[in-house]
T-cell receptor, first 116, second 118 residues
Framework: EAGVTQFPSHSVIEKGQTVTLRCDPI?????LYWYRRVMGKEIKFLLH????????ESGMPNNRFLAERTGGTYSTLKVQPAELEDSGVYFC??????????????FGPGTRLTVL | AQKITQTQPGMFVQEKEAVTLDCTYD???????LFWYKQPSSGEMIFLIY??????QNATEGRYSLNFQKARKSANLVISASQLGDSAMYFC???????????????FGEGTQLTVNP
């Protein structure tokens, strides 16, 4: 079974440009999460999809960030325009609710975003 | 608000020895779950072990065990018989709510970088 995949693995852009990150969750997982780790700090929650609906987007830093999950499969996270403080590693995770289990989140390898 | 504190930015251990990575948490909820993840240099986050707030026994998974002290709000990870491949960043995380639904976000600590010396 394929794990969570993310593309690209690394992106370097200029301040003011646009970048789109993609996440493919594990097949069949309804829950999809985006997290971000900035400069050695803790990993912070950005938002949570259940299928195609945004369940919780309280962690999104501002309106320069737009996340979508069309059709409830893969998700994209667009940053437009990018600022220097957006640099960090963006993780995607997915999970499935199963009765009687603790339903751990499976993480992708992350996308390292560098804004110059 | 939930908070996870990992007070050890870096830890060193000799191969084959045991090591404890500290994690304390703060929450006002009665139901919550605690997770440990490992992040090797390759970058992927690997789930290691889970402890539910209502679990009466400490969780164990192979060489990993969780020293859960609910009254002290601590959930330390114990790695027995350390191996060179255990060198990685380790994150403690908490999720509010019982385990059957995974709906809530994870709150992470800042991580502990473990180095296993030969």
């Amino acid at each position: 079974e394929a794990g969570v995949t993310q593309f690209p693995s690394h992106s370097v852009i200029e301040k003011g440009q646009t970048v789109t990150l993609r996440c493919d969750p594990i097949s069949g997982h309804d829950n999809l999460y985006w997290y971000r780790r900035v400069m050695g700090k803790e990993i912070k929650f950005l938002l949570h999809f259940v299928k195609e609906s945004k369940q919780d987007e309280s962690g999104m830093p501002n309106n320069r960030f737009l996340a979508e999950r069309t059709g409830g499969t893969y998700s994209t996270l667009k940053v437009q325009p990018a600022e220097l403080e957006d640099s960090g590693v963006y993780f995607c995770a997915s999970s499935q609710d199963r009765t009687g289990r603790y339903n751990e989140q499976f993480f992708g390898p992350g996308t390292r975003l560098t804004v110059l | 608000a939930q908070k996870i504190t990992q007070t050890q930015p870096g830890m060193f251990v000799q191969e084959k020895e045991a090591v404890t990575l500290d994690c304390t948490y703060d929450t006002s909820d009665q139901s919550y779950g605690l997770f440990w993840y490992k992040q090797p240099s390759s970058g992927e986050m690997i789930f290691l072990i889970y402890q539910g707030s209502y679990d009466e026994q400490n969780a164990t998974e192979g060489r990993y065990s969780l020293n859960f002290q609910k009254a002290r709000k601590s959930a330390n990870l114990v790695i027995s018989a350390s191996q060179l491949g255990d060198s990685a960043m380790y994150f403690c995380a908490m999720r509010e709510g019982r385990g059957e639904t995974s709906g809530s976000r994870l709150t992470f600590g800042e991580g502990t970088q473990l180095t296993v010396n030969p």
